[in-house]
């Protein structure tokens, strides 16, 4: 690979006409991506359960790309099987195909010990950061098939490679996500669809906020910072990347 994912700068067109969906769109990496993208030339499927927010990143994105993007509300934390059926059917509908597919949403679950931790929380977590990015891209699979340059995303951690003391769910899970995303890698090589992680390092989101409050806002980078190895990964420049995990940072 000889581009450098962390430096890369996106051609003005380098994403134009692809169908790219990104959960957890309204706030923090998601809608910075979403911006980015589409700003790039990209249809993007705005994914999220706050709908005010994903209308008001919808409206951002009418004033600066003057493309209209779509809208997919659903709660990765109750969502039933029925619900990823209807979703990847409205766009088979729609689009006929997706060409890139973030998966970005998570929470952050409690900052507690192993002892100390809530097993119905420890649930709710791996639901929403594992279980949920798997239901979601196995339903959307038939659609990345019908692309010409496919590429999955998943939004990992640093505590998802080096497991650290209380992060106990947070941490199991994007365990989990790294090693979701190295199986589908080598399931896909073949189709092919490339399968990659990124890792934002640290970033001046809500998330941040919530697991380190006193810490200084400015010492992080904005989302909108983070961007290029997610750029690089849903373009043609990245074409026959597989199964990788990238640091932003």
Same mark, same amino acid.
């Given at each position: 690979?000889?581009?450098? #994912? ?12 692809? @169908? @790219? ?6 706030? +923090? !990496? ?8 589409? =700003? ?20 951002? @994105?009418?004033?600066?790309?003057? *493309? ?11 969502? /039933? ?16 195909? @997706? ?9 952050? +679950?409690?900052?507690? *010990?192993? $002892?100390?931790?809530?097993?119905? $929380? ?24 019908? &692309? ?7 939004? =990992? ?5 080096? /497991? ?12 989990? !996500?790294?090693?979701? =995303? ?30 380190? #409050? ?5 010492? *992080? ?6 961007? &290029? ?6 373009? +043609? ?5 597989? +199964? ?6």
């Amino acid at each position: 690979m000889k581009t450098d #994912p962390k430096t890369y700068v996106c051609p003005p067109d380098g994403l134009r006409d692809r @169908i @790219i969906l990104i959960t957890g769109a309204s706030n +923090g !990496i998601g809608k910075a991506l979403a911006l980015r993208a589409a =700003s790039h030339g990209a249809k993007v499927i705005l994914h999220g359960r706050n709908v005010a927010g994903l209308e008001a990143v919808y409206d951002e @994105i009418v004033r600066s790309a003057g *493309s209209r993007p779509s809208i997919a509300v659903m709660d990765l934390a109750t969502a /039933g099987s029925d619900a990823y059926v209807s979703l990847a059917d409205s766009i088979e509908e729609e689009f006929g195909r @997706i060409d890139g597919l973030v998966q970005n949403a998570a929470v952050l +679950g409690q900052r507690l *010990s192993i $002892e100390q931790y809530d097993a119905a $929380e420890w649930q709710r977590v791996l639901h929403v950061n594992l279980t949920a990015p798997f239901a979601l891209t196995k339903v959307l699979l038939p659609l990345l098939r019908r &692309s010409q340059d496919p590429s999955v995303i998943f939004t =990992s951690s640093g505590v998802g490679r080096e /497991g650290r003391p209380y992060w106990g769910a947070y941490s199991v899970s994007k365990f989990g !996500i790294e090693g979701l =995303s190295q199986i589908l890698s080598a399931e896909t090589r073949h189709v092919p669809i490339r399968v990659n992680c990124v890792n934002p390092g640290p970033t001046r989101t809500g998330m941040r906020l919530q697991a380190y #409050p006193a810490e200084d806002r400015n010492a *992080s980078k904005p989302p909108e910072e983070v961007l &290029s190895p997610y750029l690089f990964l849903l373009g +043609g420049d990245s074409r026959d990347v597989t +199964g990788l995990s990238l640091d932003a940072q």
